[in-house]
């Protein structure tokens, strides 16, 4: 990745799916297993720890052509640890969106090196079972807290939502009182102390927008294609 000043690399730009509105700070558990990625399109993702050299994000954040990296930030300088391989699912439609036809929008990233040693791997959901409507999902992400406001991204923030349904086996919609916005993508979405989905869209209370109902990529249902593809990548996965 090219040198650049982290106050530019961090500068977003809309994205398909989004910080978190009605959200509270993240501490502790959640900041261990939760990355924020950066690019040299100028725009920002969130990712979960799969291992120290490798993360799980939406493909939709890394699928454009860029350098991408993984932003260390609340040290006493900003570190950026540059991406070497993006694995896309195989699966994945950039298309989706204007389509509205749900595809699998899940990709690992590769790291240069290893996270510093205060980051943590999550744990996988592996039922490929889909939930049920009411079952409660706990959503980290570094996007903003309202929708065009850019300087309130950055700063990982978490909330917890109940399933409204699913959508084609692939995707679970969650909707109560807020929900994702802008830099929230790729972020997870944990049950029962499992990442159980991978934020990938998000709408406002009219349509386009933050905050109304949050969609993400189920991971039990391709739980297989994450672990074969880690190992490929030369890491090890909590499987």
């Known amino acids: 990745m090219r040198p650049a000043s982290l106050a530019l690399i961090l500068a977003l730009s809309p994205l398909p799916a989004a910080a978190i509105i009605n959200g509270v700070p993240a501490g502790g558990e959640l900041a261990a297993q939760t990355a924020l990625i950066v690019s040299t399109r100028g725009a920002s993702c969130s990712g979960a720890?799969?291992?120290?050299?490798?993360?799980?994000?939406?493909?939709?954040?890394?699928?454009?052509?860029?350098?991408?990296?993984?932003?260390i930030i609340g040290g006493s300088a900003p570190q950026l640890i540059p991406v070497t391989r993006v694995v896309l699912h195989p699966r994945f439609d950039?298309?989706?969106?204007?389509?509205?036809?749900?595809?699998?929008?899940?990709?690992?990233?590769?790291?240069?090196?290893?996270?510093?040693?205060n980051?943590?791997?999550?744990?996988?959901?592996?039922?490929p079972a889909l939930p049920r409507p009411g079952d409660r999902f706990t959503l980290a992400g570094f996007g903003m807290t309202a929708e065009g406001n850019e300087k309130s991204?950055?700063?990982?923030?978490?909330l917890t939502l109940p399933a409204i349904g699913t959508t084609g086996g692939i995707m679970v919609r969650l909707a109560g009182g807020g929900g994702a916005c802008t830099g929230d993508s790729g972020g997870p979405a944990f049950r029962d102390g499992l990442v159980a989905a991978v934020i990938g869209w998000t709408?406002?209370?009219?349509?386009?927008?933050?905050?109304?109902?949050?969609?993400?990529?189920?991971?039990?249902?391709?739980?297989a294609w994450i672990a074969t593809a880690a190992r490929e990548l030369g890491s090890r996965i909590g499987e």
């Open 49 to 71: 720890v799969l291992a120290p050299d490798l993360l799980l994000t939406a493909a939709h954040c890394v699928a454009p052509r860029a350098n991408y990296a993984i932003a």
């Open 94 to 117: 950039p298309a989706q969106f204007q389509t509205r036809r749900p595809t699998p929008d899940l990709a690992l990233l590769k790291l240069s090196q290893p996270l510093p040693g």
């Open 119 to 127: 980051f943590r791997a999550v744990r996988l959901m592996r039922d």
């Open 153 to 158: 991204a950055g700063t990982l923030r978490t």
């Open 203 to 223: 709408t406002g209370p009219h349509g386009r927008g933050c905050g109304n109902v949050t969609g993400a990529t189920l991971v039990g249902p391709q739980f």
